[in-house]
């Protein structure tokens, strides 16, 4: 299940380690089921006949799964990580979840939605790789089709020094995970300590996360250089803002 993959995909971020504590951590804070309800409501209002969606940066496919049981979608998802792709597919049933890079996917059908959400373009980290993204998203749009890319925070709104600490407990296990945050320039770097605990012992886990720091105009113009049309929602579905884009011109 491999379209479009580029030989430079070890440069890119992938979290294999921590796929499997992922869904535990954040049902903690992050409310999946209203957030698909208002991007469902903001495709119909968009896009009223749209049927098919490819849910990019899907990650474990949470977002998806409820796309299609709650709301009828026909969903597909898409992936760096083989690790999230198995645990989307597994949710998805009825869609295929496919091992790509968002910046170069080729896949054999068109879809009347494509998806980025929880700021997963920022792990493209420059401009070039966001209209290369976008360019890659309009070449999969169906006639008609809408692009939905949830950003991640612009410039001068993260401050280095942050620190983040979240835990959960499920069947077993229990996870602990803490954040730091640095700003260098138009990147800002998340380093995360986990603490894993099982009934055979504890582990620990650390990884970094690497995402691109973009300003609202500049999001546009990127939009536009991939020949689409983007309209901009600060609120968006989780106050993050969000960018609802058409074929430039129609």
Not at 141 to 162: D, H, M, T, Y
Request: proline share 4%; aromatic share 10%; glycine share 8%.
């Amino acid at each position: 299940m491999l379209f479009g993959k580029v030989a430079r995909m070890a440069e890119r971020q992938t979290f294999s380690a921590s796929a499997e504590f992922y869904d535990l951590i954040y049902a903690q804070f992050k409310d999946y089921v209203a957030e698909t309800s208002r991007l469902a409501d903001s495709i119909r209002r968009a896009h009223p006949h749209a049927r098919s969606v490819l849910d990019v940066a899907c990650g474990t496919g949470e977002h998806a799964r409820l796309l299609a049981e709650i709301h009828g979608f026909e969903v597909d998802g898409l992936d760096l990580d083989p690790a999230f792709v198995q645990i989307a597919q597994g949710k998805l049933a009825r869609g295929s979840v496919f091992q790509a890079d968002m910046t170069s996917f080729s896949l054999p059908r068109r879809y009347d939605v494509i998806l980025c959400l929880f700021s997963s373009i920022g792990y493209v980290r420059t401009l070039d790789n966001v209209t290369r993204t976008l360019d890659t998203f309009r070449r999969h749009l169906a006639p008609g089709g809408i692009a939905i890319v949830e950003p991640w925070f612009p410039p001068g709104f993260l401050e280095s020094g942050r620190t983040l600490a979240s835990s959960a407990a499920a069947n077993g296990l229990s996870v602990c995970r803490m954040g730091h945050t640095q700003v260098d320039g138009r990147i800002s770097r998340i380093q995360f300590e986990y603490l894993i605990g099982r009934p055979a012992g504890i582990e620990r886990l650390s990884e970094t996360h690497e995402l691109g720091l973009f300003t609202n105009d500049e999001m546009l113009a990127c939009f536009h250089a991939a020949g689409l049309s983007a309209d901009y929602d600060p609120a968006g579905v989780s106050d993050r803002g969000l960018y609802l884009a058409r074929l430039a011109g129609r």
